[in-house]
């Protein structure tokens, strides 16, 4: 399992995320995630607001990857793993404090478990695995 430094936390908090999943046939999905934000070292947290594509594709197979970039600074990362889907306990209730006063109810807290990071830095390192 790979692990999020500071600089990757700080990016996390200061940027927009986008998730990219895939379902049982192979088509992609994509949007952003204003909620991503880090749980932990090794894991990210969302609040699932619309219950749409993101949502059925996690449910149908949990694959996932969030990528955060800051284009001024030319840094990013990629960050794969599985993800699964909270309605009820924790993560949850964690999901529904954060929304307080900002937005609605969620659907579910999404909770992805980081197995690799990619470096999303231009020039030689662009891509390459930072951490497995």
């Known amino acids: 399992m790979a692990k999020l430094n500071q600089a990757m936390k700080d990016l996390i908090a ?5 998730i990219a999943t895939v379902d049982a046939n192979g088509n992609p999905d994509v949007g952003p995630k204003i909620s991503m934000r880090v749980l932990d070292d090794e894991h990210l947290i969302y609040n699932e607001m619309t219950g749409g594509q993101t949502q059925a594709n996690i449910n149908d197979n949990g694959k996932a990857i969030v990528a955060v970039a800051n284009a001024k600074a030319l840094k990013g990362f990629r960050f794969g793993g599985t993800a699964k889907l909270y309605t009820d306990g924790p993560y ?3 999901a529904k404090e954060w929304a307080t006063g900002k937005f609605p109810v969620p659907k579910g807290a999404g909770v992805i478990t980081i197995e690799k990071i990619w470096t999303l830095d231009p020039g030689p390192k662009a891509g390459k695995l930072f951490e497995e």
């Open 14 to 18: 200061g940027e927009l995320s986008y």
């Open 92 to 94: 949850y209730e964690q």
